[in-house]
């Protein structure tokens, strides 16, 4: 009786803990939908590139962009690799060049 009874009481505490500390920080901060929210955002979108250069000196660089704007293009720090002079950079050209 006594094991129940203290089994009881562990489930219980669990549960409280549950509804009061869960419950409501998914109702005021839910899971997902925080990217979407504002209408500013919603063409707004960030990804990693690779820029070249004519002696085949690679760089990543973040680009961010809006509808087909480049809001901002940031290198990234040690994403460099410089090919050899035979290198052929394996994209076709409008992937290259286009940004956004």
């Known amino acids: 009786m006594k094991t129940s009874t203290t ?3 562990i489930l219980t505490l669990v549960i409280l803990a549950l509804i009061f500390f ?3 920080t998914m109702i ?11 209408e500013k955002n919603l063409n707004t979108y ?3 590139k690779a820029i070249c250069n004519s002696s085949n000196y690679c760089q990543d660089n973040e680009i961010t962009c809006q509808d087909n704007q480049v809001i901002s293009i940031t290198p990234l720090t040690g994403a460099v690799v410089q090919f ?4 052929k950079d394996p994209r076709d050209e409008e992937t290259k060049e286009k940004l956004c």
């Open 84 to 87: 050899d002079s035979n290198w």
């Open 7 to 9: 089994i009881i009481i």
């Open 46 to 48: 960030t990804y990693t």
């Open 22 to 24: 869960l419950i409501p």
């Open 28 to 38: 005021i901060t839910p899971l997902t939908g925080r990217a979407i929210n504002s």
